[in-house]
C-alpha cells in the first residue's frame, strides 16, 4: 500500500503562482511514477501532468504545457505541480496518484493505470 497526502491548496488570483505537494509513505517511493489529476465541479476528472521515477521524463495536459511543472523528490518521498500563471479555468480539486511502472510513455494519462490516488487538495483561482 502507499498512502499519498496532497498539500499546498488554496485560492490565489488570476496570473498567480501555487505549488501543491504530494507526499508519499508505505512503499519505496522511487519505484513509482506519479501523476496529478484534476476535478472541476459538474466536470469529470482529467490528467494534469506525470513525471517518471527518476523524474528524468515529464508529461503534460496541453492545458497546463508551459505554465505548470511537474517534479519530485525521492529522498522527501515527494512530487510537486509547480503552477504559474493561474487561470480561473485550472480551479479545481487535483489530485495525486501513483503508478509502479518504470515506464510510463504510453500510460502517464490513463487513470486505471495508477493505483493508488490521494484525497485531494483544492486549488481555486479568482479573476
Known amino acids: 500500500q502507499v498512502q499519498l497526502v496532497e498539500s499546498g491548496g488554496g485560492l490565489v488570483q488570476a496570473g498567480g503562482s501555487l505549488r501543491v505537494s504530494c507526499t508519499a509513505s508505505?512503499?519505496?517511493?522511487?519505484?513509482?511514477?506519479m501523476g496529478w489529476f484534476r476535478q472541476a465541479p459538474g466536470k469529470e476528472r482529467e490528467f494534469v501532468a506525470a513525471i517518471n521515477w527518476s523524474g528524468s521524463n515529464t508529461y503534460y495536459a496541453d492545458s497546463v504545457k508551459g505554465r505548470f511543472t511537474i517534479s519530485r523528490d525521492n529522498a522527501k518521498n515527494t512530487v510537486y505541480l509547480q503552477m504559474n500563471s493561474l487561470k480561473p479555468e485550472d480551479t479545481a480539486t487535483y489530485y495525486c496518484?501513483?503508478?509502479?511502472?518504470?515506464?510510463?510513455?504510453?500510460?502517464?494519462?490513463?487513470?486505471?493505470?495508477?493505483?493508488?490516488w490521494g484525497q485531494g487538495t483544492q486549488v481555486t483561482v479568482s479573476s
Open positions: 496518484a501513483a503508478q509502479p511502472r518504470t515506464y510510463i510513455g504510453s500510460t502517464y494519462s490513463n487513470e486505471p493505470k495508477y493505483d493508488y
Open positions: 508505505g512503499r519505496t517511493f522511487s519505484n513509482y511514477a
